[in-house]
């Protein structure tokens, strides 16, 4: 016997199907909750699948985002051989039916059905080290596009407030602006605490530089300040409001320097992410976030796998004697590997940092292929390289 167990897993709860052999269901289907007692009886009913079968079933469930990790840790604990199926790979087929019903009951179903049709593997293990530090890229990444949104509308607000203080500061967003204007407004607030009092302020919040800096800062807010015309229709509403991204921005500022500093941290202990960084082009950023959605390597064996992975590979059509020659990428893989990829790239041939990848890019564009269509091929290319180099333990001078 082939005893197989389908687990339709949704937000707290799965459901449960068993079959013994291809065809032969066992039992009626259940759903278990992802709590302690849930589990547990999910786990006597495994073992009455091992007393009826024989030998232990295999477990197959589709990747649900988070929802599936407490089964998985139980499936784990308890030694027991399970499968991760691409949800995409499981949808087609639940279409494969022709009626048109969509329960947990018969998806759990066909997913039993799907063990039997297709050659599937069991899932690779992927190490806790290179899990954290995935989520911790994927953290600093999130929150780095709210800051982004945070810093553009406190620059709408701004051009209704206090629009000539955008150059006072070499760096409008800096610790030192944020925090000046928090303190001074308005135009009226400046010209009443006059250059002095500036001038204490900023020398205050920023030790590093000198007293002469300092002065010519106030200076140039106090002249911003005489030349800004919203002095005197300054809504209260947008003064709460540039407070608020104010201070927005500047714990925004914060996290993101203390997700840096663990990310650095982790990702330093890791022997690939060194590897990668040897690859001009690559900065720590883009490597550890490379290093992070690929995982290791082992989970690969040919740089096909890997290219597919990322969504980088070319779909293909053809239906009799039709073949199509505009073909895009899948983008079927980890979008954010595929877009780190594609920065890597565009730091690599700008200014030529990296001269294999700019020839390669160079070539491309003399043969008459488009500006992405030759980004693409040279994200193909780096992607093999990438492969060649975590599978020999190499750095990019080792392989050139």
């Not at 039993?112 to 899990?131: A, H, M, N, T, V």
């Not at 590997?337 to 003399?366: P, Q, T, W």
């Amino acid at each position: 016997m082939d005893p197989v167990v389908g687990l339709d897993v949704s937000k707290g709860e799965s459901q449960v199907q068993a079959f013994l052999n291809k065809g032969k269901p066992y039992r009626k289907s259940f759903s278990v909750l992802h709590t302690t007692e849930g589990l547990d009886i999910l786990l006597h009913f495994l073992k009455g699948v091992e007393e009826e079968a024989g030998i232990k079933p295999s477990i197959i469930l589709e990747s649900t985002g988070h929802y599936h990790t407490p089964v998985v840790q139980f499936l784990e604990e308890q030694d027991y051989l399970y499968i991760m199926v691409n949800p995409l790979l499981s949808h087609q087929a639940k279409k494969s039916s022709l009626r048109k019903v969509k329960t947990d009951e018969i998806d759990a179903f066909r997913l039993c059905e799907l063990y039997y049709k297709e050659e599937l593997e069991p899932y690779k293990k992927r190490g806790i080290q290179l899990l954290n530090l995935r989520n911790l890229t994927r953290q600093h990444e999130t929150l780095t596009g709210l800051y982004v949104q945070a810093k553009l509308q406190f620059h709408s607000i701004l051009d209704q407030v206090f629009p000539e203080y955008k150059g006072v500061f070499g760096d409008l967003y800096s610790k030192v602006s944020l925090n000046i204007l928090l303190k001074f407004r308005t135009s009226e607030a400046v010209l009443q605490a006059g250059e002095n009092a500036i001038t204490d302020k900023i020398a205050s919040l920023c030790m590093s530089r000198s007293e002469r800096w300092a002065q010519e800062r106030a200076k140039k807010l106090y002249k911003a300040a005489q030349r800004n015309p919203f002095k005197n229709i300054v809504y209260q509403s947008h003064l709460i409001n540039l407070e608020m991204y104010i201070q927005m921005l500047l714990q925004y500022q914060e996290h993101l320097a203390n997700l840096d500093s663990e990310i650095d941290a982790l990702a330093g202990e890791i022997e690939e992410y060194k590897i990668l960084q040897s690859i001009p082009g690559i900065g720590e950023k883009i490597a550890a976030t490379i290093i992070s959605e690929i995982g290791e390597i082992e989970r690969f064996n040919h740089p096909k796998k890997l290219v597919a992975f990322s969504g980088i590979d070319p779909s293909v059509h053809s239906s009799g004697k039709f073949t199509a020659t505009i073909n895009r990428i899948t983008k079927r893989g980890s979008s954010r590997l595929r877009h780190a990829l594609y920065m890597a790239v565009l730091c690599g041939i700008r200014g030529s940092r990296n001269k294999k990848l700019k020839e390669f890019y160079d070539r491309k564009r003399e043969e008459g292929k488009p500006f992405k269509v030759a980004i693409i091929a040279c994200a193909n290319k780096l992607i093999h390289w990438i492969y060649a180099l975590l599978k020999r333990k190499e750095t990019f001078l080792d392989l050139v």
